[in-house]
């Protein structure tokens, strides 16, 4: 089966995103850091001066911690969704609702 410019390149990017979570940098750098970013590291409370300090670093700490964490999960997930989409493309003809 010939494949189209867009599924070639949504192909690519997923086996690329999958590349990268096997490389060594990535498990032994990057990897730990996304998951330390998005795990308790939440503003002490006593710390703040008012309750709308404390409100603003809460939800500045935690934007980001959902930010470390949608790139972990989207790193992580690559190699699965990679091979899903190459399937689904590869077997258009069988309906499986890929577009």
Partial sequence: MILNKEDKEKIAKW???YRISQSTDYIEYLK???QEAFNNK???PTQAKTPEEFH???TE???KAMAYKELYNLIESS???SRTLTSQIKNKK???GLS
């Fill in 94 to 96: 069988k309906g499986y």
């Fill in 56 to 58: 603003k670093q809460y």
């Fill in 32 to 34: 730990p850091i996304l």
């Fill in 79 to 81: 190699g699965s969704v």
């Fill in 15 to 17: 086996e690329a995103l």
């Fill in 42 to 44: 939440w503003p002490d």
């Fill in 61 to 63: 700490q935690y934007g």
